[in-house]
């Protein structure tokens, strides 16, 4: 088991970036698959980014160019450098551990793009 925690979110003018913190309760050198997920309002839940322990990444069409993820095992983190933020990327934002087939969630962290 382990427990995540997001961190990072808040208040961007559109342009601007955020850098979120997905920070794990143990290791996760042996989570193959970790990952970022959003939901705006009445919109579904919807996957932003993905990396594998090796350090292979997926991104969203929507994303992609604009968000960059990342890890460092060493310090059970995961990252998600949010640059050139759009309006329509204003969503909670949660991050996720897959092991064994079981999807780990962390509580979410609001980020809100306006002007």
């Known amino acids: 088991q382990v427990h995540l925690v997001e961190s990072g979110g808040g208040l961007v003018q559109p342009g601007g970036s955020l850098s979120l913190t997905c920070a794990a309760s143990r290791s996760i050198i042996s989570i193959n698959t970790m990952g970022w997920y959003r939901q705006a309002p009445g919109k579904q839940r919807e996957l932003v980014a993905q990396?594998?322990?090796?350090?292979?990444?997926d991104y969203a069409a929507s994303v992609k160019g604009r968000f960059t993820i990342s890890r460092d095992n060493a310090k059970n983190t995961m990252y998600l450098q949010m640059n050139s933020l759009k309006p329509e990327d204003t969503a909670v934002y949660y991050c996720?551990?897959?092991?064994?087939?079981?999807?780990?969630w962390g509580q979410g962290t609001q980020v809100t793009v306006s002007s």
């Open positions: 996720t551990a897959i092991e064994r087939g079981f999807y780990y």
């Open positions: 990396i594998s322990s090796g350090n292979i990444v």
